[in-house]
């Protein structure tokens, strides 16, 4: 199957030994579905006083957010399926994380999303599925904690 543009989704640590997902469906690890950060504002407020109504707001700030992700692992044996599984694990443990989408077409590369620092999570696996072509194939579900752009 060839696509007009590749997203590859890169996770774990920065540098040598960041997973990188791409969206094809090789056999391997490729994502299917990925939502954008649902960000969140951290409000600071003054201690309530005896004389002052209601909230006196001292700042607002954004706060981490969370990425939405599906991932499909398919192996070529059980045993290749359960490497591929433990690769992608390993990846969403990875602390200090990064998260990035960079898009490929014709004309070039673009990140398109990130990079954000992640915070580690672990996917919810579905159910392991034989396909037509002697391959194993499961799916995992996971939410992705990033920091914002900014944060330390």
Known sequence: MSCEVTVLVTL???????????????????????GLPDWELRYTYAPPSAYVPGNVL????RDSGAIPMTVSVEGTSLADLEAKKVELETA?????????????????????????????TMPRWGDV????????????????????????
């Open 92 to 120: 969403l443990a990875a602390w200090p994380g990064l998260f990035k989408a960079d898009a490929t077409d014709d004309t070039g590369t673009v990140t398109i999303a990130g990079p954000w620092e992640t915070f580690p």
């Open 129 to 152: 599925l034989p396909t037509v072509l002697g391959h194993y194939l499961l799916e995992a579900t996971f939410s992705l904690p990033v920091n914002p752009p900014g944060a330390p």
């Open 12 to 34: 774990g640590p920065e540098g040598e030994g960041a997973l990188e997902i791409p969206s094809t469906c090789d056999v391997g690890i490729s994502w299917t579905k990925m």
């Open 58 to 61: 001292l700042a607002a700030v």
